[in-house]
């Protein structure tokens, strides 16, 4: 059952046949991917499926073995997290990368902040309040205001305003890496619902990586489950269920315990 | 989908309303500093009515600028999650340098550059061997604090030294009563826009905020972190140098571990976090009031040297706890 479907429609991201061999460890054995924009895939997995690695490679951290990654179609070379970035590949970690002492909108402009003109480059709080406000609001992230610490808000906000910093530097490719981990329900409404809204502007791609099956099946297209480092089903999500899921999965620990 | 204009409007505005100002400002680090100093105050000048004298307050301020004038780089430093133990070194150094570039023929006002040049190149070698050989800037400056007075007691040959220039510049650097304060309040005032209004002191934040995540952001950590070790030794140097004015002449052993750990408790108790990523340079001057209005309200109580020193370590220790404890009020990171 592997492979990618390839639609021949627009496609903003497809991995083929990529490998990736830790010393003794094969974990990747040839996967190949293919997300259009637009469209969200769910790959779900077993730790050490292969999935952390896979997300790795596109998003320039580790290199492939063998096997060629397409963005846009065209054969790309990601040899680092710049290089995808430039692409715009973002990723978004379970750690989130946000400074929890700095405010909402200082996080959103680290490191391309806005600033006055003249010779001395002061910051322009004012035009990053505002900015960082209407990219919040364009993507419906509500907080009660962008000066407050990152630090103070829920799991869930921070997820959404990692998500939004990615969205506002123009990525068009999302990869979130389990972006409802210990997240109750209202936090994971906050995400889930944040993630649609991106998936209707219909202009990024987004692959996510989890272990909820009724969650990834609500949000996602597609869905993608590896085991052992391939991918071993493949659907759209309309066309399955977490029972045919989980059955696949019983199916291979029967398997190994009869093995 | 999105929010309304009006939603926009309402997270983008900075947070009003008097009550909310209020609050905000409770919770301030240098709020209850404030408070306490001004309590001081009033308690000197009740007690002892030559506290509010002219030449009183001439004193204070002289005790006052030299550890707000470090604690402005220490601040820096501690925010980024560095130490230099290594200032009130720089700070005894930097004369000498002076005297001695002035003694082979630089007018004045190139050998306080000079100095100051000295001091910048000792804080890019603390900043590049921390750095480059990762070690610890406790452990770097550490012995560089040792290094420095060794070098300072040989080219003084442990005397002291007489402060060269007229008197026009003899005043402005220090000799007015209140010249050392006036420097003070002003570097106060620049590094204030620097840590708030530039990229400089939003990165020095997040790099003692989240290391990681401020690499991830691209930004130059190493470039920021020396940057403020060069700051750091820069304004020792410059605050040795306003002594050496205001004095008339120089010692090999001035300032040391005391003016440094000053200038840290300043920062300090002005709300500075110990552990990085949070500090205010407005809080280093009220924290540095604080233990100047103490030190000399004692001092005119009459209050033996011994005691003091027990009243000003309990003093710190009550101030650091109280600013660990409101930071988690604020429920930010301390």
Redesign the interface.
């Known amino acids: 059952m592997s492979g990618a479907t390839t639609t021949g429609g627009p496609q903003a991201i497809r991995a083929e046949n990529v490998v990736k061999v830790f010393g003794k460890v094969t974990a990747l054995a040839g996967v190949s991917l293919n997300v259009a924009p637009g469209e969200t895939l769910g790959i779900l997995g077993d730790n050490g499926a292969g999935k952390s690695t896979l997300v790795k490679i596109l998003t320039g951290y580790h290199q492939p073995d063998s096997g060629q990654v397409f963005v846009d179609g065209r054969p790309v070379r990601l040899g680092s997290?710049?290089e995808a970035r430039a692409l715009g590949i973002e990723c978004v970690y379970q750690?989130?990368?946000?400074?929890?002492?700095?405010s909402i909108y200082?996080n959103m402009f680290?490191?391309r902040?806005l600033?006055w003109g003249g010779p001395?480059?002061?910051?322009d709080?004012r035009a990053m309040?505002?900015r960082?406000?209407?990219a919040?609001?364009?993507?419906?992230v509500?907080?009660?205001?962008?000066?407050l610490?990152v630090?103070?808000l829920s799991g869930g906000q921070r997820q959404a305003i990692a998500v939004a910093r990615a969205v506002y530097s123009q990525a068009r490719i999302l990869l979130l890496d389990e972006p409802l981990a210990a997240m109750g329900a209202r936090e994971a409404r906050l995400i889930i619902g944040l993630i649609e809204?991106l998936k209707?502007r219909g202009d990024i791609a987004i692959v996510m990586i989890a272990h909820n099956y009724a969650q990834t099946l609500e949000i996602c297209d597609r869905v993608m489950l590896m085991q052992h480092g391939a991918v071993t089903f493949e659907s759209q999500t309309a066309a399955t269920s977490a029972e045919e899921l989980l059955e696949i999965v019983r199916r291979e620990y029967r398997a190994v315990r009869a093995g | 989908?999105?929010?309304?204009p009006q939603?926009?409007?309402?997270?983008?505005?900075?947070?009003r309303g008097i009550a909310r100002r209020v609050y905000d400002f409770v919770l301030r680090p240098e709020a209850s500093v404030i408070v306490v100093s001004v309590a001081l105050i009033v308690y000197f000048e009740l007690a002892n009515a030559n506290f509010l004298t002219n030449d009183n307050l001439e004193t204070v301020s002289q005790f006052v600028a030299a550890p707000v004038i470090i604690a402005c780089g220490e601040i820096m430093l501690l925010i980024c999650r560095e130490i230099d133990l290594s200032v009130g070194q720089v700070f005894a150094l930097s004369p000498f340098i002076m005297e001695h570039a002035h003694a082979v023929g630089l007018p004045v006002v190139a050998a306080i550059a000079a100095a100051l040049a000295v001091c910048a190149l000792i804080g890019l070698v603390i900043g590049l061997i921390t750095i480059g050989l990762k070690v610890p800037s406790f452990i770097t400056t550490l012995g560089m604090l040792f290094l420095i007075t060794g070098v300072t007691l040989t080219i003084s040959r442990g005397f002291p030294a007489n402060t060269p220039g007229g008197p026009l510049l003899t005043g402005i650097m220090g000799a007015w009563g209140y010249s050392e304060i006036v420097w003070a309040v002003a570097i106060v005032a620049v590094m204030h826009?620097v840590l708030?209004?530039?990229?400089w002191g939003?990165?020095t934040?997040?790099i003692?905020?989240?290391i990681?995540?401020?690499a991830?952001?691209?930004?130059a950590i190493n470039r920021i972190k020396i940057g403020n070790f060069i700051l750091t030794s820069t304004l020792g140097g410059f605050a040795g140098l306003l002594e050496a004015f205001r004095v008339g002449s120089t010692d090999p052993l001035a300032g040391g571990s005391t003016i440094m750990f000053l200038g840290v408790a300043s920062g300090v108790i002005g709300g500075t976090a110990i552990a990085g990523?949070?500090g205010t340079i407005v809080g280093g001057l009220v924290g540095g009031i604080m233990l100047g209005v103490l030190q000399d309200g004692f001092t005119l109580q009459g209050i033996n040297a011994f005691a003091f020193d027990i009243i000003i370590g309990a003093a710190i220790l009550i101030a650091m706890v109280a600013n660990i404890h409101l930071a988690r009020l604020r429920?930010?990171?301390a």
């Open positions: 997290v710049d750690d989130l990368a946000l400074v929890n002492g700095l200082h680290l490191n902040e600033l001395l480059k002061l910051l709080h309040r505002r960082a406000a209407e919040l609001a364009e993507i419906g509500d907080v009660p205001s962008v000066e610490e630090g103070m809204r209707a | 989908m999105s929010l309304s939603a926009v409007e309402r997270i983008a505005a900075p947070r826009v708030r209004h530039t990229r939003l990165h934040i997040a003692g905020g989240n990681v995540a401020a991830e952001a691209g930004i990523g949070a429920g930010g990171g």
